[in-house]
């Protein structure tokens, strides 16, 4: 079973999807931890499910780097597999990034390369984009430049908000997410049974 540790900075509902797609067999992966960079309230899927939880915060003035070292040895004590940035809302130092690569995952609410960055479902509002959408994709040194794992496209309706979209984009990231990680552990199942 895939051991994945899940990263998030917010209100986890991708992360509780996932727990949901786990539990119920459609994903053969074990989420082991859950962190943060904050007391997010996300956190409580993972309570809720006895999974163990850690905060890393980046203290105000703090050197990125060192954050990023104490970061990956609290992920690291839980030797997984693959670490998935589900709405984990920091960058990441270069190093964390060679340290868990290419077994690093980002969900991003548009269909990269269209409006990388933090406020990519707000972007494609203000762009008059007609469709967006969801991507997952390898983390890599850039701000959403790795590897297109998946993508599926969302249409944005004219009544639509920043939320209304997010909302409907999320159903689709969680969709793309599962069907990823499904494939990498039947990919680990048979580099194992060889
Ligand atoms: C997702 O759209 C993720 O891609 C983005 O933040 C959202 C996370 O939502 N960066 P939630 O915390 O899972 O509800």
Known sequence: MLRVVVL???????????????N???VPAT????GSDVNAPGLEHAHRHGIPTFVEPLA???DREAWGKRLAAAIESFTPD????????KL??????????PML???HPAYLPEFPGAHAVRDALEAGATETGASVIVVDAGIDTGPILAQSRVPIHDDDTEST???RIKIVERKLLSAVVRDIASREDSIEGN
């Open 105 to 107: 995952l980002n969900t």
């Open 31 to 34: 989420v082991v931890a859950v």
């Open 24 to 26: 119920a067999g459609n």
């Open 92 to 101: 990441l130092p270069a190093s964390f990034v060679e340290r868990f690569a």
């Open 165 to 167: 979209l997010h909302d």
């Open 82 to 89: 693959l670490v998935i940035l589900s709405g984990f809302m």
């Open 8 to 22: 998030i900075s917010g209100a986890g509902s991708n992360l509780r999807a996932f727990l949901d797609d786990c």
């Open 60 to 62: 105000t003035g703090e």
